[in-house]
């Protein structure tokens, strides 16, 4: 089984190129989280917003790095942070290309 967090908030930027290379030590942090299988970073700089699909071995890791991430983010300053967390069906994920 495998969970999927879903996570997004109000962002100004660094957009692109600029915000990979503003992020990279965040993301290489990132990397090392108890559970994650994968994350993809989401931007949409028309609604100024920002975040990332995660993937995790089980809901308790999910939970553990919401919270984490939620309390990083607003002392970054962002007031809302958006996350909901999903049981994958993987029969149908595997039908639709889901890299699960």
């Known amino acids: 089984m495998s969970y999927i967090l879903q996570v997004d908030f109000p962002y100004t930027g660094p957009w692109g190129q600029e ?9 290489r942090s990132i990397a ?3 559970g994650l299988i994968w994350k993809i970073w989401t931007e949409n700089q028309e ?15 999910a939970r553990a790095y919401l919270a984490m991430h939620t309390a ?13 967390i999903f049981l ?13």
């Open 19 to 27: 915000m990979a290379a503003a992020m990279d030590g965040l993301a």
């Open 32 to 34: 090392d989280e108890p």
């Open 47 to 61: 609604a100024n917003e920002a975040g990332g699909i995660y993937c995790f071995n089980d809901a308790q890791s």
């Open 72 to 84: 990083r983010l607003k002392s970054f300053g962002i007031p809302l942070v958006n996350g909901k």
């Open 88 to 100: 994958v069906n993987e029969a149908l994920s595997k039908i639709d290309h889901g890299p699960v």
